[in-house]
């Protein structure tokens, strides 16, 4: 029987106001995975205002209890680690070793978001006048915004929920339509790990119809977003113009540098790792690799080999890379980018074709600027490959986008890395590792249209607190003891 999710607001399952409900499909068939409740803006507003009430209570608690519950929520997903892996296959196509990463991540960020709980530290200052003590103190804003995407729902929920519970706010979430039964669950492991009714609240539904009323909400304090720059930058108005936070977690077109001292086996791992894990549906994969020419040739053909090795098999094999492009809309984009390309003379060196919902991992060379695929973000296993005649050329085309997420660097040259690390607009840099990585408490974000802010549990109390000023007028003629 396939299993019906209702809304989660105020700590219990609720029917949504509009009585509708939307199939979820496992993208490996587009069989009906679940059902979920529609939610509308009567539901965003019944959510919200329980989020409200339960701060007003919840923000004067204890950084102790705050560490405690999400302790006890990192030990419950330790418990339950199968059932988030079996959730993270069928309902977005993970294959296992993405899964096994996600939970285990989340795992971390808890763990790590319970000990910025009690590092939410003010200062005292100096004051100018005499006998006055000064002193700066944090505070919680309030109701957080979260909204979610599908490619990384546990993650994401991990990101956007834990930190703003560690600091004293309590959530509203959006999760992706494709994703919701994850949002669900990680809410009900949330609950039995002791948090209030009311401090996480989840609301399914289409984000065209209801994200403008949930970031737009006067109680809503603050927005953490992930998806598209486009919704990202009509996020960043609807905020903007109520003079409110927004964490905005957007597009990447990655590059790659390789030049021609690196290893080239290893550059080979780290370009299959970070462009095809999860089929490419990934914000850091590696769509652009940069290849100094003394190695190009050399790079494209065991490039091409590995590629074509890459398993397209069982999604809980552990030798399985690729799974399904996650629906028809985002298959219809990638065929797009690849049948331009190749209508405009780029050649298809590997991939390309489908077998079933699965791209094969594509590799496009001869790419130039009136190719889509070019400047526009794929999301999906394409990558283009550019020859490049020295380190500067290579710098100058890394920065060629109006994209600046991550970027990655393979030489056996420190001084040459160092250059371009410090030179690549880009809000993350890595050095002989992947474009594709993250830790629990790391500044992570991007800049140009990847995004505002950084989210991390190090940073996280930057946008989820505001600074108070207080100070004490002590009698300056006082008697001496």
């Known amino acids: ?77 330790e418990r339950d680690r199968q059932e988030f892996l079996d959730i993270l296959i069928d309902e977005i196509g993970s294959p296992i070793n993405k899964a096994q990463f996600e939970v285990q991540y989340a795992i971390g960020h808890l763990r790590a978001a319970a000990g910025s709980a009690r590092r939410v530290t003010g200062q005292t200052i100096p004051s100018d006048t005499p006998g006055r003590l000064s002193m700066s103190v944090r505070k919680p804003l309030g109701v957080i915004a979260a909204i979610t995407p599908f490619n990384v729902p546990l993650i994401k929920s991990a990101k956007l929920i834990a930190s703003p519970l560690a600091t004293g706010n309590t959530v509203v979430l959006l999760c992706s339509e494709e994703a919701p ?24 539904g289409f984000g065209m119809d209801i994200g403008d009323f949930l970031t737009g909400h006067p109680l809503v304090k603050t927005v953490m977003f992930t998806g598209s720059s486009r919704v990202g930058q009509h996020i960043s108005e609807i905020c903007g113009k109520q003079m409110k936070h927004a964490v905005l977690e957007l597009g990447g077109k990655n590059p790659l540098i390789i030049l021609a001292d690196a290893d080239i086996d290893k550059a080979i791992q780290t370009a299959v790792f970070g462009m095809f894990l999860y089929q490419g549906q990934a914000c ?112 100058e085309m890394a920065n060629d986008t109006r994209y600046g997420l991550s970027a990655a660097i393979c030489t ?52 989820l607190t505001e600074w108070k000023w207080i100070t004490i007028q002590l009698p300056t003629d006082a008697p001496a003891h």
């Open 412 to 463: 056996t040259n420190i001084n040459s890395a160092l250059m371009l690390a410090e030179n690549i607009n880009a809000g993350m840099v890595h050095i002989n590792a992947p474009t594709l990585y993250d830790e629990p408490h790391v500044p992570f974000g991007g800049t140009g249209e990847s995004g505002f802010g950084r989210e991390g549990v190090e940073v996280d109390a930057d946008v």
């Open 181 to 204: 039964s994850l949002s669900y669950r990680f809410a009900q492991l949330i609950h039995e790990a002791g948090f209030p009714a009311g401090a996480l609240n989840v609301v399914s």
């Open 1 to 77: 029987m396939t299993k019906q999710h209702e809304l989660w607001i105020n700590g219990e399952h609720c029917k949504p106001t509009s009585g509708q409900y939307f199939d979820v499909l496992n993208p490996i068939d587009d069989s009906v995975y679940c059902t979920a409740a529609e939610g509308n803006d009567a539901d965003i507003n019944k959510a919200v205002e329980s989020a409200q009430a339960c701060f007003n209570s919840y923000g004067k608690g204890l950084a102790k209890d705050r560490e405690a519950m999400l302790c006890k929520a990192a030990d419950l997903l």
């Open 284 to 395: 850091m994969a590696s769509s652009r690799i940069i290849v100094e020419a003394p190695v190009y040739d050399e790079f494209i053909k065991k490039f091409s080999a590995a590629a074509n090795g890459l398993s397209l098999g069982d999604l809980r094999e552990m030798s399985t890379i690729l799974g399904p492009i996650i629906s028809p809309r985002q298959r219809d984009r990638i065929r797009h980018h690849i049948e331009d390309a190749r209508e405009k003379g780029a050649t298809v060196l590997t991939g390309g074709e489908w077998e079933g919902n699965r791209c094969q991992p594509t590799i496009l060379t001869h790419v130039n600027k009136d190719m889509t695929v070019c400047y526009e973000e794929t999301f999906g296993p394409v990558t283009s490959v550019y020859s490049v005649d020295d380190i500067d050329a290579a710098l």
